[in-house]
């Protein structure tokens, strides 16, 4: 644990508690460190912080329109890593029907996360169900296939050369945002050994970045049993419960569901708003000055945005001030209704993310101006 140099000071006109009962005329600015973990100072504005009118460089907001990816892949391996660095490898893979080969993944850990499609994973340790909505994290070196009924889209989250853990609770206690017995598992059921043929299977092994053909004159998902502790697990996001504050807007890292050495992936999910008069009911404009941000919206009304549909991918890269668009700022402290219906799954990366050459329409150019004052 780092020994941070800090201890609290105030200067100026100031809310004595964070994101509550902000000076008149203010708008507060979150300068945090560790992805909300480490210190923090929050500062007060006279205008917005993202009320910049032109935009020069690289360091800027991103917006990508996964709905725009049409040609669909067979196997995972094909479609194109979207955002990636030495710990992690993101994909956005749209498919249909049954793989025609078995993969293994021989550089990490996969979280599948199911955005359109319902069917069947079948795996080392037998046989899941799939449907829209559902995490499966897939430990390394997992031999696996999906049969979709029909069109399907998925994100596929690599940690490489790490594996995928659950958050530190801490006081909430383990049963917090889903009891560990919601995890549900792979089952060596009828389906799973009725596809235990004695035809012809390739399978595909990524390792390094390089794929390796691998063919069996059977199917070599044919185990009769297993025991350890090492599985697939299962998880939707309808299954988790959001930890909630009444008087106080909770940072984004409350929401965390899984966690790797140098990245986290979060889940916002549908909760009340925050009831108490003085407390914002929308994200504080921040500076995540030490993670990357990226998060894909899978469903819902997403209340902190503007024009933003299911499907869409925000990147917003560590070291410049963001927050909600002027149409959310509008309800930042009177929301128009008592909840949000949202669903998302954020990653936030420690490391600085490469942003991959894709098509020119799969991105909006114009996003970074998305948080001009609205006429």
Known sequence: MKNWIGFPKSEGRISRQAHVDL???TYERELGREGFFGPSTQMYHRHP?????????????R????TRLEQPQRCPWDAVPMFHNAHVQYRFWRTEGAMETLVRNGDGDDLLFVHQGRGELFCDYGHLSIETGDYVVIPRGTLWRTEFAGPAACLLIEATNDAYGLPEKGMLGQHALFDPLMLDSPVMDEAFRAQQTEDTWRVRIRRRGAISTVTYP??????????GSQTPVRINVREIRPVTSPRYHLPPSVHTTFVAERFVVCTFAPRPFETDPGALKVPYYHNNDDYDECTFYHAGDFFSRDNIQAGTICFHPSGFPHGPHPKALKNAFKPSRPATDEYAVALDTR????????????EDANYVYSWRAQP
């Not at 917006?63 to 996964?66: L, V």
């Open 63 to 66: 917006s990508f329109h996964t």
């Open 351 to 362: 490391d600085a993310l490469e942003v991959a050459s894709l098509p020119s329409a799969v």
């Open 49 to 61: 912080p993202t009320g910049w009118v032109e935009w020069e460089g690289p360091l800027r907001p």
């Open 218 to 227: 059977y199917n070599p998902l044919d185990a009769v049993g297993w025991r």
């Open 23 to 25: 000076p008149e005329g």
